[in-house]
């Protein structure tokens, strides 16, 4: 089970962190990733990270102001967002996939968490 949160209401350039908390589950084998999804739009990727090893891959949007990490200890994964942008402004959603391949694909991942809103206003 997964449990996101940190969204929240912003002015352009500001930063937030976002949550995610993952419950029964041994990440050791797992991916986890950051999507976010606008009204009447697709899941788009965002930012993922491989469990064991912490390889990290961004979309080029967010490369440079985003940061995404986990922490073994609490099982949590977490994206740092700064320099943030109206753009930005979305649901964002954390999921898990279990596998240590990396996959932009939405598809590809299992375990979905609740979304949370974040909105950057200019």
């Known amino acids: 089970q997964l449990q996101a949160s940190g969204g929240g209401s912003v002015h352009t350039g500001d930063s937030l962190s976002l949550l995610c908390t993952a419950s029964?589950?041994?990440?050791?084998?797992?991916?986890m990733a950051w999507f976010r999804q606008g009204p009447g739009k697709d899941r788009k990727f965002v930012a993922t990270i491989k469990w064991n090893d912490a390889t990290t891959y961004y979309a080029e949007a967010v490369k440079g102001r985003f940061t995404i990490s986990r922490d073994g200890a609490k099982n949590t994964v977490s994206l740092e967002m700064n320099s943030l942008k109206p753009e930005d402004t979305d649901v964002y959603y954390c999921a898990a996939r279990r596998s240590t391949w990396l996959t932009l694909d939405p598809y590809g991942y299992d375990s979905w968490g609740q979304g949370t809103q974040v909105t950057v206003s200019s």
């Open positions: 029964g589950k041994n990440l050791d084998d797992y991916t």
